[in-house]
C-alpha cells in the first residue's frame, strides 16, 4: 500500500457533478486520489498505527462512496471527509485505550522493538507519542481535530470547512487549542517531552 501511495496524484481535469456520476464515477476517483493519503497520515497520527489509520480510512471513503448526491461543492465532501476521519480515529484512539488498560491490568506487556532502533528508543517515542494521545483526547473535540488536521498540513481554508468555522477564525482558534494543548501537557507532565 505504501507504494501505490507514493504514486497517488490528484486527478486534473475531472469536473465537480457528482449526481451524474452515479454511485460511485469520476468524482469519487478525484477526492479519493486527492485525499487518501492524507487523512491515512492524520489518522496515522493520530492512532499511532500505520495499519489502522488505512483501515478506518477505507471504511471512511466507503461511506463516501454511498453518498454521490449528498454533497454540492468540493468544499462540503472534503469537510466531511476530515470531519468523518478525524471522529472516527478518536473513536479508534479511545478503543485502544481501554483496551491497552485491559492488558496492563492483566499483566500483559508488550515491547516492539525496531531494527533500525533500540528497545528504548523506541519505548521512548512511543511514550511520547501516547502523551501527546491523552492531552489531544483531553481537549475538546475541536481543538483536538483543529491542531490534528493542522499537523496534517492542511491550510487554513480547509481546516475551516472541516471544523465548520469562518476561515477568519481559524488562526485565533488554532492558538486557542494549541496553548490550551501546552498548558495541559505541562500541567500532567511537566517540562519533560
Not at 61 to 70: M, Q, T
Not at 83 to 96: C, I, K, L, M, P
Not at 109 to 121: C, I, N, Y
Amino acid at each position: 500500500m505504501a507504494d501505490v501511495i507514493g504514486i497517488v496524484q490528484p486527478v486534473e481535469g475531472v469536473t465537480w457533478n457528482p449526481a451524474a456520476a452515479g454511485d460511485r464515477g469520476d468524482w469519487f476517483d478525484a477526492i479519493f486520489r486527492e485525499h487518501y493519503p492524507r487523512v491515512v497520515g492524520v489518522l496515522a497520527r493520530l492512532t499511532g498505527d500505520r495499519a489502522q489509520a488505512e483501515e478506518i480510512a477505507s471504511d471512511v471513503f466507503c461511506k463516501l462512496s454511498r453518498r454521490p448526491g449528498a454533497f454540492a461543492k468540493p468544499e462540503e465532501v472534503t469537510a466531511w471527509l476530515y470531519r468523518v476521519a478525524t471522529n472516527a480515529g478518536f473513536d479508534a484512539w479511545r478503543a485502544n485505550s481501554r483496551r491497552r488498560k485491559h492488558e496492563e491490568a492483566a499483566g500483559v506487556e508488550s515491547l516492539r522493538t525496531t531494527a533500525s532502533g533500540g528497545a528504548l528508543d523506541e519505548l521512548l517515542r512511543e511514550e511520547r507519542c501516547a502523551r501527546v494521545r491523552v492531552v489531544l483526547a483531553s481537549l475538546k473535540s475541536r481543538e483536538a481535530e483543529l491542531l490534528l488536521l493542522r499537523a496534517s498540513g492542511m491550510a487554513y481554508r480547509e481546516l475551516a470547512g472541516a471544523v465548520g468555522v469562518q476561515p477568519g477564525s481559524v488562526g485565533t482558534l488554532l492558538a486557542r487549542a494549541e496553548s490550551e494543548f501546552e498548558r495541559r501537557f505541562r500541567a500532567r507532565y511537566g517540562d519533560n517531552v
